[in-house]
């Protein structure tokens, strides 16, 4: 079997930067055990895998080691080579069919929009392991259906924490989203990080999905609907959000292709 592989990195406008998603427009579908060998093959966060449909594609996402159920930035990918490829129009808008329901990403400049459902946390107790775990204090946390969201006390501390991975592998929940307030000179409204041992990634450089939960996070505590987040991982990622209370989030990032190549062997 020969197939395109492109790999893209998302949330970024240059190479080397944002969350590596690898991106396969298929010609038929394929089984999980393929798609899943693929994916540790690839061994990036996410490999994307995509089959047309009349009015759309159906996309699923694979980490090394499991399926997810919902991934922004191999979303944002798959997008950004629809277009690139041409396999969209630009004018086009690009339906996703998925196991998170319908998502919708549409071109606007160099910007991609994506329209996502809004994850909702909720008040949590935490055990002891978590704030042995992260090794730095907290102010609140929070429980969604992607795992623990943290609150640290400063942008400082999101951006030098060194969790234990093994520790947090034992915890109920195996994955935290961390944030915080920026320092009141910065552009960004917000920085987070996310910890996701339990899906086989110590830290996702730049997560669609967690800002699903941090828009609403941050528009409750802040008060407005629009923000610029910036993931404050080693490569580093911008995400534009929009969420204005309903049950919907609009993400907006940018995307660039890295590398083609072709599978030859199944």
Not at 152 to 169: A, D, G, M
Not at 241 to 258: P, S
Request: hydrophobic content about 40%; proline content about 6%; some cysteine.
């Amino acid at each position: 079997m020969r197939q395109i592989i492109t790999q893209v990195d998302a949330f970024t406008n240059k190479p080397f930067a944002g969350n590596p998603a690898a991106v396969c427009v298929l010609p038929t579908s394929q089984n999980d055990r393929w798609m899943q060998n693929l994916a540790q093959e690839m061994n990036l966060s996410e490999t994307a895998f995509l089959v047309k449909q009349d009015d759309g594609f159906n996309l699923r996402w694979f980490t090394p080691t499991v399926e997810v159920p919902l991934c922004g930035h191999a979303t944002l990918a798959s997008a950004h080579v629809l277009w690139s490829e041409g396999h969209l129009s630009p004018d086009e808008v690009a339906h996703f069919y998925t196991k998170s329901g319908v998502l919708i990403a549409k071109l606007q400049g160099e910007w991609i929009e994506l329209d996502f459902p809004v994850n909702h946390s909720q008040a949590a107790i935490a055990p002891p392991e978590l704030g042995q775990a992260l090794g730095v204090p907290y102010k609140s946390v929070l429980q969604n259906s992607i795992g623990y969201l943290v609150e640290l006390e400063s942008e400082e501390l999101v951006r030098q924490i060194q969790p234990n991975f093994q520790l947090l592998k034992t915890l109920p929940i195996p994955n935290v989203i961390v944030t915080s307030l920026t320092q009141s000179d910065s552009q960004y409204d917000f920085v987070s990080r996310f910890f996701a041992p339990g899906l086989g990634v110590n830290e996702d450089p730049v997560t669609g999905a967690a800002h699903c939960c941090l828009a609403w996070f941050w528009r409750d505590r802040l008060h407005k609907n629009e923000f610029l987040a910036y993931q404050a991982s080693s490569r580093g990622g911008v995400v534009k959000v929009y969420y204005d209370g309903g049950d919907r989030v609009f993400l907006a990032g940018q995307a660039v292709t890295v590398m083609r190549g072709e599978l030859i062997t199944a």
